[in-house]
């Protein structure tokens, strides 16, 4: 279902970006999607399509979802791609303040070949959570689960099927009950999605712990059964503490990566990576930059201190056997990629965040990334998000020997 054409106001918006030369191909793991508003009445069933989220228009001429009783202003969680940096306060308050290829997948396809991104993983926006959350903690069971299967329908449907060598299909499952999140899992990947995201730290939003088996030991189950890469999002669980009187989003936004490293040892620490050798993890926006930190304090609480033995497998290679780290650059932290292990490491574009580096992914790789040997940058930038995802390349891959 694509959008029309809309002419996007010149007060907000840059003029329309020219399309950049293509150094690597980049298959970025890490981009957003805002829900359009034809998505609940399209794809929720007859029976609950009425309690379902709906787009609402404010007497101060904003859209905003409205859901079981509660106001989402943020119709398009930081969507601010393309728009002039002085217009940016927080968010847009309407999709008219959006790209179309924030929300209309041919539009995106159009703003990845201006950026030269070959193909993108989407998690989802404000009226779902990053990982689903806000339908996990519906007052009615029924329409949550609906809910969680709508989202991955108009993905399947309008994202994943119009085009499939652009669009890698991540799902949600229905979170707060297992024997769903398995069957929902399944039903996607049967499909061909290739991951699911799920909270960080789930008992910071309301959900059972890594430690309460009963739980998680079938979703984890299942994923490692379907090989469906959990794919786990920086604040999917909430950002830093808020202190009274504090610039909250500066600071929250500072720790990204300090948050991707606590809920990495938590997963790694659930010893769910060490009795599934085969399950995958990926780390989405929180950086690279604390990784090698991590392995050295790893080996050392082995080698030294022996608060991390126990393991028949030392937890520093479990580390590299079974997480992936996310980057948009890493300026100065890219030279650890030995010790980290480039085929770990893939790359982000955040499209259409205020982090994004759409549409001068190209020039930011090869800023940042420019004295790194091509075949690291092929790995790196495409070839391992392709392995991990099971996802097509395209017939040249760039850069070439």
Known sequence: MTAEPVQLDPELFLPEPTRRDVGVTVISVDDHVVEPPHLFDTYLPEATRARGPKIAETEQGHQVWEFEGQQYSQVGMNAVAGRRQDTVKLEPFRFDQMRPGCYDVDARVADMDIAGIWAMLNFPSQITGFCGRVFAAANDREVGIDCVKAWNNWMYEEWYLAHPSRIIPCGITYLADPDEAVAEIRRNAERGFVSVTLP??????????????????????????????????????????????????????????????????????????????????????????????????????????????????????????????????????????????????????????????????????????????????????????????????????????
């Not at 606590?262 to 009795?275: I, R």
Request: net charge negative; aromatic share 8%; hydrophobic share 40%.
């Open 200 to 401: 960080e730290r789930p008992h910071m939003v309301g959900l059972p712990s890594l430690w309460e088996r009963d739980h998680w030991d079938p979703i984890i189950a299942a994923c490692v059964e379907t090989d469906t890469v959990i794919s786990l999002h920086v604040g999917s669980s909430g950002l830093a503490p808020y202190i009274p009187g504090s610039p909250a989003l500066q600071i929250g936004a500072t720790l990204f990566g300090q948050l991707s490293l606590g809920a990495c040892a938590e997963w790694l620490w659930s010893e769910y990576p060490v009795k599934h050798p085969d399950l995958k993890i990926a780390m989405s926006e929180g950086g690279i930059g604390w990784v090698a930190m991590l392995l050295d304090r790893l080996d050392n609480i082995v080698d030294r201190s022996g608060y991390g033995l126990g393991w028949e497998v030392r937890p520093a290679e479990v580390l590299k056997r079974n997480f992936w780290f996310c980057t948009l650059d890493d300026p100065s932290t890219i030279d650890t990629r030995h010790r980290i292990g480039v085929e770990n490491i893939l790359v982000e574009t955040d499209y259409p965040h205020g982090d994004g580096t759409w549409p001068d992914t190209q020039h930011v790789i090869d800023d940042a990334w420019g004295h790194i040997p091509a075949n690291e940058l092929r790995m790196m930038c495409s070839e391992n998000a392709a392995k991990l995802y099971r996802h097509p390349l395209p017939d040249v891959v760039l850069p070439l020997d």
